[in-house]
C-alpha cells in the first residue's frame, strides 16, 4: 500500500511537537524567530506509520577541526545527515536488545537464519520485511536538489561565471597516488552550475568543510542503503532503503529532484553499469509533496535567523547537540560524545556482535582504529558501492583526518 504523504509529515512533525521547549526553536530577546530544518524516518508495517528516528539542524565541522573530533564530535548535523545516523542508533538498539536476551522481541528487527547467511550475505539481523521506509524533510535538501529554489529567491537570478578553482580529488573508492582534477564548489555558490557534487556549508562566509551536500549524501543513500557502515556489519542492507521522500509542495522543483535522484538525471549512466552483490542495489526513491508545514521553517512570518541548537530523537531517547557536542559540553569534550558519534556507535555495535556470537565480525570490530574498521574485507562490497557511485557523480571528495582514533579510552560510553 502506498504511504501517504501528509500522513508521513504528520508522524513526524507530531513527534517534534512533543519535545520540550528548550530542544526547539527559540524567539530571541530581539524578537526574532529561529528557523530550522526538520527531517525524520518513518517506518510504515502493520497498518501503521511509526517515526524512528527526527533530528533538526543545520551546522557542520569546519575541515579545520576535523583532526580534533576523535570519534566524539559529529561532522555533519544537518537534520537529514542527524535523522539517518539516529535511525541507525535506533537499530543497533533494537539489536542489541534482541542479543542480550532470547526471550527480548523486536517489532522492527528480526535475527536472520542460518541459511540465510552467506559470505558476502553475512549480516546477523534484518530490518523485519513487512517494513517500508520512508523519509520527511521540510526544506528541499542543501545541494543540487534546492539550486532552482535559490536561484528562484536570487534578486538578479543571472547566471554567475564559474571561477575555476581547481583542486586535487583522490577518487573514493580505493587508495591511489593518481588523482584528478574538479571544481570544488561551497555550498550555493556558482548556483547556475547543475548536477554536480556540493559541499556544505551553504554561507560563503563559514568555515570552509569537506562534507558533502544532504543532497548528495541521500543520493548515495539510495545504492548504499540507509545503513552506516557499522551498522551494515550487523543489519543486511537489503530492504533498508527509503521508499519516499516527502518534501513541502514550496520546496519541490520537478527538474532539480530529477536531475539530482533519479536514474534519468545526473545518475543515468549507474543503472546497469556495475554489478553489486550483498544485498546492494540502486533503488531511487520516489518524491512526493505535502501541504504540511513545519512552524519553525525558513517560511515563517516575521524576522528569521537559523538556529544553533539540534536535536536528535529516536523512541529510545532524546538529545540536543550544539557544536556537534552534546549541550552543555565543551566541544572536543569526550562527555559530550552524542549517542550518535562514531565512538559510541563503535562501541554499541562491538557490544552487539559479542552478545550475537559473530566472531568475524567481533574481530573486525577490535581492530585498532576506526580507520581500520572502515578498510576491512568484510565492508569491501560496501565500499565498492559507494565508490562506484562516487566516480558516476564526480567530484566527490573523502572527509578524511578522523579515523586514526582506537575504540578504549577517553572514558566514552556505549
Known sequence: MEADSDAIADAVLRTFDSWEKKR?????????????????????????????????GMKCLPQKHISHAQGVVLHDWHAEILAIRSFNRFLLEECYTLASSKHNTSDYVRRRKVEERTERDFQPFALKEEFSLHM????APCG???MELTMAAQEDSTPWSLRPVNVKIPPISEPSTTTSEQPILHGRSYFSQLGIVRRKPSRPDAP???????????????????????????????????DTLT?????????????????SGRLKSLPGKYKWEGGYKFRPFKTVTTTK???????????????????????????????????????????????VCKRRMWKLALEVAILTGVPAVERVLRLGTYKEVK????????????????????????????????????????
Open 208 to 242: 570552509p568543510t569537506l562534507s558533502k551536500s544532504c543532497t548528495d549524501k541521500m543520493t548515495a543513500k539510495q545504492s548504499t542503503s540507509l545503513l552506516s557502515s557499522l551498522t551494515s556489519l550487523l543489519i543486511s542492507p537489503l530492504n533498508v532503503y527509503i
Open 136 to 139: 520527511y524533510c521540510s526544506e
Open 375 to 414: 578498510a576491512c574485507e568484510m565492508l569491501a562490497e560496501r565500499r565498492k558501492v559507494k565508490g562506484d557511485v562516487g566516480d558516476v557523480l564526480s567530484g566527490w571528495v573523502r572527509n578524511e583526518g578522523d579515523g586514526e582514533f582506537e575504540l578504549n579510552g577517553n572514558g566514552v560510553e556505549m
Open 144 to 146: 543540487d536538489a534546492s
Open 24 to 56: 526547539k526553536p527559540l524567539i530571541r530577546s530581539d524578537g526574532k524567530r529561529e528557523w530550522v530544518p526538520l527531517s525524520g524516518i518513518v517506518a510504515q508495517g502493520n497498518g501503521n506509520l511509526t517515526c524512528l528516528a527526527a533530528a533538526t
Open 247 to 263: 518534501l513541502p509542495s514550496s520546496q519541490f522543483s520537478a527538474a532539480a529532484i530529477e536531475r539530482a535522484f533519479s536514474p
Open 293 to 339: 508545514e513545519f512552524a519553525h521553517s525558513r517560511r515563517q512570518k516575521g524576522d528569521l535567523s537559523p538556529s544553533n541548537i539540534s536535536s536528535a530523537w529516536t523512541p529510545r531517547q532524546i538529545e540536543t547537540i550544539i557544536g556537534g557536542t552534546l549541550q552543555g559540553r565543551k566541544q572536543f569534550d569526550p562527555r559530550g560524545a552524542s549517542r
